[in-house]
């Protein structure tokens, strides 16, 4: 029963230090440096330009790429792992959900074992 107990209270705190619900956003943020192509730019003699993009991937293998300004790059890097952080909690309470109901169907099954006895199957004997 203790065993139960903690499984639940850690449940309960993976549930409590979730990132809001709406924080959240699904893809990679990266960062790419080209070069313009301009011959007197400054990237031309080495100092490439920076973008950060948001690329998010979909069903069928198409990919989006959205640019970002550098205002809204450090909202985007928490929503993403915002996300990450969900599905790793998600993962955590699955493992323990099955655990916890691995322990009910025990229980199940020795409650229903001592309450209806049946006797025990005879084997067929075999034929020789």
């Not at 969900?86 to 959900?97: F, K």
Request: with cysteine; charged share 25%; net charge positive.
């Amino acid at each position: 029963m203790q065993g139960t107990k903690r499984l639940l209270a850690r449940r309960q705190r993976v549930q409590d230090r979730l990132p809001p619900f709406g924080e959240m956003l699904r893809g990679s943020v990266f960062t790419r440096h080209m070069q313009c192509g301009t011959p007197s730019c400054h990237c031309a003699r080495g100092r490439p330009h920076h973008a950060t993009y948001l690329g998010v991937s979909f069903a069928g293998g198409r990919t989006v790429q959205v640019s970002l300004p550098p205002a809204l790059v450090a909202t985007a890097r928490r929503w993403v792992a915002n996300y990450q952080a969900w599905w790793r909690a998600i993962e955590t309470v699955s493992e323990i959900n099955r655990e916890l109901l691995r322990r009910r169907r025990v229980a199940l099954g020795e409650s229903a074992r001592t309450s209806a006895r049946r006797p025990p199957r005879r084997r067929r004997r075999s034929a020789s």
